[in-house]
């Protein structure tokens, strides 16, 4: 199969889908790799790496869409790329159609294979592709909090944690999932008094028991809501409620009624979803100021952490990845249920019922395309 590993384009994004040593693999095996000139290069992979790894080296994005049958990416693809995307491709990266109508269109008018990482699952029901980088973005949503708190970068010149003889700082993080975990961990670490709300009660007894019963853990409503984010110093949403935007977890009115100067993490980046005053930033512009509430909804956190997150994402993508290259696409999705859960689109349907629900496009079970 020939494979193509394109440079990725968006804003503060340095990640490449694959290591050499997973190039070097696929070409003993007889594959074809295609990777575009400085892919890696933020990641500690160079060129030459990926050459003497048996990939080919091609100046042009454009170029590595050309030639490849199946495209490896990390974030979707931008605009200047959809025009790239060939006729009956297979594109396997972190889609969020939910939010993305001139993704889905071109994808079901190409015809192409559509399989997203943060779908896939395990045999244990996890999502393995979106749980490295879910620890890597909790880490980072506390490390922007720090960021964002100082004077420097115009926030209130408070240090997140705690000091002797002062009150520790507040963190209230939305969500009881891996980026939460790792967010919780990380404020703990430094002396921070945590607060963990989410819906499913099951998923906060876990948290609680991985974090040694520390912190305060409740029910997701309203009241809890409210109570909490009023005191908070750093608020980090985990939630996203899949381009919903008819509910809010955290209503415009409470945030009118937090610290003067405190910071808001938007991980999830649910644009005027889970937070009714959150919109998308990046890492130029990484925050914007509603009623004294410094915001941050970067959607590509790990992306500036590429030696980091690129080795642990192509670590828990590869095997994916070749296994669709030696076995080809359409049988590894019949065999493979997990794989399967991912597949979004596939011989010009959509199989994604939130991205149907918000778009009014019709969804098709794969049952139905068989």
Do not use: W
């Amino acid at each position: 199969m020939k494979i193509g590993l394109p440079r990725e384009l968006g804003n503060g994004e340095s990640r490449v889908s694959m290591t050499h040593k997973g190039v070097h693999k696929l070409t003993k095996l007889g594959h074809e790799v295609f990777v575009s000139k400085d892919a890696g290069a933020k990641s500690g992979i160079t060129d030459e790496m990926y050459k003497n790894s048996g990939a080919v080296i091609l100046k042009d994005e454009k170029d590595v869409y050309e030639q490849s049958d199946l495209i490896v990416k990390v974030k979707p693809p931008v605009s200047v790329e959809l025009n790239y995307l060939k006729t009956g491709q297979i594109l396997f990266c972190y889609m969020l159609l939910e939010k993305n109508q001139r993704l889905i269109c071109t994808l079901l008018e190409k015809n192409i294979v559509g399989i997203a990482y943060e779908m896939v699952r395990d045999e244990q029901r996890r999502k393995p592709l979106l749980i490295p980088m879910s620890e890597v973005a909790g880490k980072m949503a506390v490390f922007k909090g720090i960021e964002f708190m100082q004077s420097l970068h115009g926030g209130k010149g408070m240090m997140l944690g705690s000091i002797t003889g002062l009150a520790p700082s507040e963190v209230v993080i939305l969500g009881a999932g891996s980026v939460a975990y790792k967010a919780a961990e990380i404020a703990m670490g430094i002396g921070c008094n945590i607060t963990i709300i989410n819906k499913n009660r099951t998923r906060l007894r876990t948290l609680n028991e991985k974090l040694l019963k520390k912190g305060n853990y409740l029910k997701l409503s309203p009241e809890s809501v409210q109570n909490a984010v009023i005191k908070a110093d750093l608020l980090i949403n985990t939630i996203d409620l899949m381009g919903d935007k008819d509910t809010h977890i955290v209503t415009s009115q409470m945030i009118k009624e937090m610290k003067n100067g405190s910071v808001i993490i938007d991980v999830a980046c649910d644009e005027g979803g889970a937070i009714e005053t959150s919109k998308m930033t990046n890492h130029t512009d990484p925050t914007y100021i509603v009623d004294g509430v410094i915001h941050c909804a970067i959607p590509n956190l790990p992306g500036v952490v590429p030696r980091t997150a690129t080795f642990a994402l192509a670590d828990a993508t590869f095997p994916y990845i070749i296994k669709i290259a030696n076995e080809g696409v359409h049988k590894v999705i019949l065999n493979d249920a997990g794989l399967r859960e991912g597949l979004c689109t596939y011989k010009g349907h959509l199989i994604h019922k939130e991205a149907s629900r918000n778009f009014h496009i019709p969804y098709v079970p794969f049952e139905k395309t068989c």
